[in-house]
């Protein structure tokens, strides 16, 4: 049973199958679905399974059920973490697709050559990260941000 809730930026997810409570930093879905073998959650197979997602806010297990080969893609999607909507809406890349939005987007030419209001506006609406954080990886790997040109 997971009590916490501490908020943390750099946690993007945090298995919450049984209350188990593993944390995923810059996680995509290949890792969490590697993770998630370990809790029997398989990508094949017709056997109705009933999903043992425990909301961390309220403690109920959500108990929905499901062909385990649904299972993934319901625990992944947008009812529980979330990892299959983090698709690029700039360039809309397959490659972006499931992995974590904020590391494309350090090399997205479309995010780039965004002004920086609108960078931000997009930041906070797919990534937990402070918008700090684009701007520090940014520095650190030579690229000016979009406010300090001319
Ligand atoms: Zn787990
Ligand atoms: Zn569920
Ligand atoms: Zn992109």
């Given at each position: 049973?997971?009590?916490?809730?501490?908020?943390?930026?750099?946690?993007?997810?945090?298995?919450?199958?049984?209350?188990?409570?593993?944390?995923?930093?810059?996680?995509?879905?290949?890792?969490?679905?590697?993770?998630?073998?370990?809790?029997?959650?398989?990508?094949?197979?017709?056997?109705?399974?009933?999903?043992?997602?425990?909301?961390?806010?309220?403690?109920?297990?959500?108990?929905?059920?499901?062909q385990?080969?649904?299972?993934?893609k319901?625990?992944?999607?947008?009812?529980?973490v979330?990892?299959?909507?983090?698709?690029?809406?700039?360039?809309?890349?397959?490659?972006?697709?499931?992995?974590?939005?904020?590391?494309?987007?350090?090399?997205?030419?479309?995010?780039?050559?965004?002004?920086?209001?609108?960078?931000?506006?997009?930041?906070?609406?797919?990534?937990?990260?402070?918008?700090?954080?684009?701007?520090?990886?940014?520095?650190?790997?030579?690229?000016?941000?979009?406010?300090?040109?001319?």
């Open positions: 049973m997971i009590t916490e809730s501490i908020v943390d930026p750099d946690v993007d997810v945090i298995c919450c199958w049984g209350g188990c409570g593993e944390r995923f930093v810059d996680a995509d879905k290949v890792t969490y679905q590697k993770h998630l073998l370990l809790h029997g959650v398989r990508t094949f197979g017709q056997t109705i399974t009933i999903c043992k997602w425990i909301d961390p806010e309220n403690g109920e297990e959500c108990g929905k059920p499901l385990m080969q649904s299972m993934l319901h625990v992944c999607g947008r009812t529980h979330n990892l299959l909507s983090k698709m690029c809406p700039l360039c809309k890349r397959d490659q972006a697709r499931g992995s974590n939005i904020h590391r494309h987007w350090l090399s997205c030419i479309f995010f780039i050559e965004l002004d920086e209001e609108e960078q931000k506006r997009l930041w906070s609406e797919y990534s937990k990260k402070p918008f700090d954080w684009y701007l520090e990886q940014q520095e650190t790997r030579g690229v000016i941000p979009s406010s300090s040109r001319t």
